[in-house]
């Protein structure tokens, strides 16, 4: 059986300790491709490294996640279009726009998320979308956008079922995380009604670890719980979530 985790950050300090025993978990899982969504110009080495380490199992993406967005953030947006000439990215992300920590900088975020939704199409990329406390302000700039030529997943989803039909109607992918597996989320009758098809399962480590280990350090090997519980939700077989959700993830990003 072989899993994808569409969204890790296994580059950054939280596992400077212990980084090859994390992937060696994960192997062990059967989670074989890990994907590696960037944050700003200071993760972006150890991004790369990380891929270049371990070639089979890892692949990189670019972009500024919005609660990097500040002043300086076309200073950013330049650094990330020098790395789209030197190297192979898969997607651009993480990127979109996040209300839940701070609104100062919405128009930046606005502004940012709209230049690298334009850096995609040029490059011929899926987007990896951060929603937080954001649906109506992304949704009215992807309205504009889409065109036919922009795919993408909405990471980490925590919208409605409304939410979720339009991003399906678009022809985007949802990202379920260990968010499913919490009592009072909500998000298991999302998953029970949409089609599988839609889904790529993603642990967003170091964050947001499903059940049984809320609390603790979010590993890629934990995907194997979420995708426990998808198969539980949707009555399906592990095998069968595991295979669907790896040919989405390798569809939408052309693994």
Not at 114 to 131: C, E, F, R, S, T
Not at 141 to 149: A, C, F, M, T, V
Not at 199 to 204: N, Q, Y
């Amino acid at each position: 059986m072989q899993l994808i985790d569409t969204h890790t950050h296994l580059f950054l300090p939280e596992f400077d300790s212990d980084r090859a025993q994390v992937i060696e978990n994960a192997l062990q899982k059967g989670v074989y491709k890990m994907l590696l969504p960037n944050v700003d110009s200071t993760t972006i080495e150890n991004l790369v490294q990380l891929t270049k380490n371990y070639p089979e199992h890892f692949y990189q993406m670019i972009g500024l996640h919005p609660t990097s967005v500040n002043k300086d953030f076309k200073h950013e947006l330049g650094i990330v279009e020098n790395w789209l000439q030197k190297e192979k990215f898969i997607a651009i992300g993480e990127i979109g726009i996040d209300l839940y920590w701070d609104k100062t900088y919405l128009a930046q975020q606005q502004e940012a998320f709209l230049h690298q939704i334009n850096l995609a199409k040029k490059h011929d990329l899926p987007i990896a979308i951060h929603a937080r406390e954001s649906f109506n302000e992304i949704f009215d700039i992807l309205k504009q956008e889409i065109d036919g030529n922009l795919k993408g997943v909405f990471h980490a989803f925590t919208g409605n079922l409304k939410q979720a039909n339009q991003i399906i109607e678009w022809g985007f992918k949802i990202g379920i995380g260990g968010i499913v597996t919490f009592k009072n989320s909500g998000l298991d009758d999302i998953v029970k009604n949409i089609d599988i098809n839609h889904i790529v399962l993603e642990s967003d480590s170091p964050y947001l670890p499903p059940v049984p280990y809320r609390g603790k350090r979010n590993e890629s090997a934990y995907i194997l719980n979420i995708a426990e519980k998808i198969a539980q939700i949707k009555n399906l077989s592990l095998a069968d979530v595991a295979q669907i959700t790896k040919e989405n993830a390798k569809d939408l990003f052309r693994l």
